[in-house]
């Protein structure tokens, strides 16, 4: 058995791995996980050891795994989300999984879906806006290259998707948590959406019908941002620039360009160097003198400090 902060960690087997990155963004720490040959258990004691108060949102993005409330788990299927809340009792079963875990502030969840508690343990269907799980997964794609408060605000997604499951309308959801935060969870869904579908041809009308909201409610979202069309702009350049950094790539800039959507060579050459102050070839002869920033490390009174913003 393997004792950690939250629960207790039981081996199935012979065979034990973890792998584990984590981030840390406001009032939402995330979680990416790859784990084998696991059996995790949050009883009563851990509960009243470590009074932990927050809910954590469990995705699976593929393997094997059963979890749920203690003996009513199920089998999990890519892309199902279960939420946790972290005073009651759980098990998470994992023969062999990649994990996504989204922990949120116990009063920014029950502020927007104050009947939440009925959830725990739940597999969650899909809301009028789409499927929680595939949201946060799409999310964790993208999160490095997304500035903090936009990142920030995912928290504002989810949340804003769990009222909706539980029957509360945007104008409820706006009335609980602040015109200001339901346009950051607008934003943040544009953001993302764009950031997936940087090759389409995203118009404003496109964006604003695939994340359900009025074209009127996207240019409010978006303003603070400098717009729809500026945040496209610099998300393609964004990717263009991690594709040419990657040295393993022998492919040729005009395939990254079209890649990412720029409607010709010259636009996307021009407005790479507009925003990096220099052209795609001269970033590729100088990527050998820069080191691509990693993901931070993860360290246990890192992680400690984490636990205690959230709790607090």
Same mark, same amino acid.
């Given at each position: 058995?393997?004792?950690?902060? +939250?629960?207790?960690?039981?081996? @199935?087997?012979?065979?034990?791995?973890?792998?584990?990155?984590?981030?840390?963004?406001?009032?939402?720490?995330?979680?990416?996980?790859?784990?084998?040959?696991?059996?995790?258990?949050?009883?009563?004691?851990?509960?009243?050891?470590?009074?932990?108060?927050?809910?954590?949102?469990?995705? @699976?993005?593929?393997?094997?795994?059963?979890?749920?409330?203690?003996?009513?788990?199920?089998?999990l299927?890519?892309?199902?989300a279960?939420?946790?809340?972290?005073?009651?009792?759980?098990?998470?079963?994992?023969?062999?999984?990649?994990?996504?875990?989204?922990?949120?502030?116990?009063?920014?969840?029950?502020?927007a879906a104050? =009947?939440?508690?009925?959830l725990?343990?739940?597999?969650?269907?899909k809301?009028?806006? &789409?499927?929680? &799980?595939?949201?946060?997964?799409?999310?964790?794609?993208?999160?490095?290259?997304?500035?903090?408060?936009?990142?920030?605000g995912? &928290?504002?997604?989810?949340?804003?998707?769990?009222?909706?499951?539980?029957?509360?309308?945007?104008?409820?959801?706006?009335?609980?948590? +602040?015109?200001?935060n339901?346009?950051?969870?607008r934003r943040?869904?544009?953001e993302i959406?764009?950031? =997936? =579908?940087?090759?389409s041809?995203?118009?404003?009308?496109?964006?604003?019908?695939?994340?359900?909201?009025?074209?009127?409610s996207?240019?409010?979202?978006?303003?603070?941002?400098?717009?729809?069309?500026?945040?496209?702009?610099?998300?393609?350049?964004?990717?263009?620039r991690?594709?040419?950094?990657?040295?393993d790539?022998?492919?040729?800039?005009?395939?990254?360009i079209?890649?990412?959507?720029?409607?010709?060579?010259?636009?996307?050459s021009?407005?790479?160097?507009?925003?990096?102050?220099q052209?795609?070839d001269?970033?590729?002869?100088?990527? +050998?003198?820069n080191?691509?920033?990693?993901?931070?490390?993860?360290?246990? =009174?890192?992680?400690?400090?984490?636990?205690?913003?959230?709790n607090d």
């Open positions: 058995m393997i004792q950690s902060s +939250g629960a207790a960690t039981y081996l @199935l087997g012979e065979t034990f791995e973890a792998t584990i990155a984590a981030q840390h963004f406001g009032r939402l720490t995330l979680f990416d996980r790859q784990i084998i040959g696991a059996d995790h258990r949050r009883n009563s004691s851990h509960i009243r050891r470590d009074g932990f108060e927050h809910y954590y949102l469990q995705v @699976l993005r593929s393997g094997r795994v059963v979890s749920g409330r203690p003996g009513e788990e199920r089998r299927v890519p892309g199902d279960v939420l946790y809340d972290a005073t009651r009792p759980m098990r998470s079963i994992v023969d062999d999984g990649d994990i996504v875990t989204i922990i949120l502030t116990r009063d920014q969840v029950e502020a104050p =009947n939440v508690r009925d725990h343990g739940s597999v969650l269907p809301c009028e806006t &789409g499927s929680l &799980g595939q949201t946060v997964l799409s999310f964790i794609r993208c999160a490095s290259n997304l500035p903090e408060p936009s990142a920030a995912v &928290g504002h997604i989810i949340t804003s998707m769990l009222g909706q499951i539980q029957g509360r309308s945007d104008a409820a959801y706006s009335d609980a948590v +602040g015109e200001n339901l346009e950051l969870s943040l869904k544009a959406f764009i950031d =997936n =579908n940087l090759a041809d995203l118009s404003s009308d496109f964006i604003a019908r695939s994340i359900g909201v009025s074209r009127s996207l240019y409010r979202a978006m303003q603070s941002v400098g717009g729809v069309e500026t945040v496209v702009t610099r998300r393609r350049a964004a990717r263009m991690l594709l040419l950094s990657r040295q790539k022998a492919e040729l800039i005009g395939t990254s079209r890649k990412v959507g720029f409607s010709s060579i010259s636009h996307g021009r407005v790479f160097k507009e925003i990096y102050g052209s795609p001269q970033f590729r002869l100088d990527i +050998g003198d080191t691509l920033s990693r993901t931070q490390v993860l360290h246990p =009174n890192r992680m400690r400090d984490w636990y205690s913003t959230m």
